[in-house]
T-cell receptor, first 111, second 116 residues
Framework: TQLLEQSPQFLSIQEGENLTVYCNSS?????LQWYRQEPGEGPVLLVT?????EVKKLKRLTFQFGDARKDSSLHITAAQPGDTGLYLC???????????FGPGTRLSVLP | KAGVTQTPRYLIKTRGQQVTLSCSPI?????VSWYQQTPGQGLQFLFE???????NKGNFPGRFSGRQFSNSRSEMNVSTLELGDSALYLC???????????????FGPGTRLTVL
C-alpha cells in the first residue's frame, strides 16, 4: 500500500519568513503533484515533478523531487498571507492510473 | 479551457435520503475520480471512471456508487445517507492515455454535503 506522509501538520508563521514542508513515502512514484487548497474549495494544482532530483520554481515557491522519487519538498520564500492554505502532495503510480494523497500541511501566514 | 465543474455546490439532506452529485470534466479528459474530504480523514479516494467503466475503487461501502456517461460527465450517488457522510465531495479529471508516463489530476470546486 502506497502511503504519503507530510510534515509538519500545521505551520503558523509571520509574513516574510521562509518555510519548507515535506512529503515522504517508502514507495517510488512515477510523478508527484503539489496542490494548494483554500477552505471550501477544491485543490489547485501547483506543480508536477517527474524526474528524480528535479527542481521546479513557481515565483517564490521551489519544489524538489527526491533522487529516488520517494519524497519531495516545497520551500516558500518570504511567505505572504495569500500563501495561507492546505498544501497537499499526491503521488502517482501504476503508470499514472492511481494517486495517493498525503494528509496535508495547513499553513497560516500572519500579516 | 473551462475547468472541472461540479453541481450542486451545496446540499443539505436528512438521514436516510439519497443524493446525486454531478461532475463535468475538462474537455478531452476521459478519466474522472471522486474523493471524499473530511477534517478528520483528509482526502479519501472513492472511485475512478475511465471511458464509462469503473477502473479503480476505494474502500467505501456499497451505498456509494457512480457512473460515467459517453461524454465523460460523471455522477456520484449516495443512498441511505448517514450523518458521517457529511463532507466535501471532490471530483477530479485527468487526461490519461495508455502511453502516459505520468498523469495530473485537476479538481473541481467540490460539493459540500451536509446530512442532518
Amino acid at each position: 500500500t502506497q502511503l504519503l506522509e507530510q510534515s509538519p501538520q500545521f505551520l503558523s508563521i509571520q509574513e516574510g519568513e521562509n518555510l519548507t514542508v515535506y512529503c515522504n513515502s517508502s514507495s517510488v512514484f512515477s510523478s508527484l503533484q503539489w496542490y494548494r487548497q483554500e477552505p471550501g474549495e477544491g485543490p489547485v494544482l501547483l506543480v508536477t515533478v517527474v524526474t528524480g532530483g528535479e527542481v521546479k520554481k513557481l515565483k517564490r515557491l521551489t519544489f524538489q523531487f527526491g533522487d529516488a522519487r520517494k519524497d519531495s519538498s516545497l520551500h516558500i520564500t518570504a511567505a505572504q498571507p495569500g500563501d495561507t492554505g492546505l498544501y497537499l502532495c499526491a503521488g502517482s503510480y501504476n503508470y499514472g492510473q492511481n494517486f495517493v494523497f498525503g494528509p496535508g500541511t495547513r499553513l497560516s501566514v500572519l500579516p | 479551457k473551462a475547468g472541472v465543474t461540479q453541481t450542486p455546490r451545496y446540499l443539505i439532506k436528512t438521514r436516510g435520503q439519497q443524493v446525486t452529485l454531478s461532475c463535468s470534466p475538462i474537455s478531452g479528459h476521459r478519466s474522472v475520480s471522486w474523493y471524499q474530504q473530511t477534517p478528520g480523514q483528509g482526502l479519501q479516494f472513492l472511485f475512478e471512471y475511465f471511458s464509462e467503466t469503473q477502473r479503480n475503487k476505494g474502500n467505501f461501502p456499497g451505498r456509494f456508487s457512480g457512473r460515467q456517461f459517453s461524454n465523460s460527465r460523471s455522477e456520484m450517488n449516495v443512498s441511505t445517507l448517514e450523518l458521517g457522510d457529511s463532507a466535501l465531495y471532490l471530483c477530479a479529471s485527468s487526461f490519461w492515455t495508455s502511453g502516459s508516463s505520468y498523469n495530473e489530476q485537476f479538481f473541481g470546486p467540490g460539493t459540500r454535503l451536509t446530512v442532518l
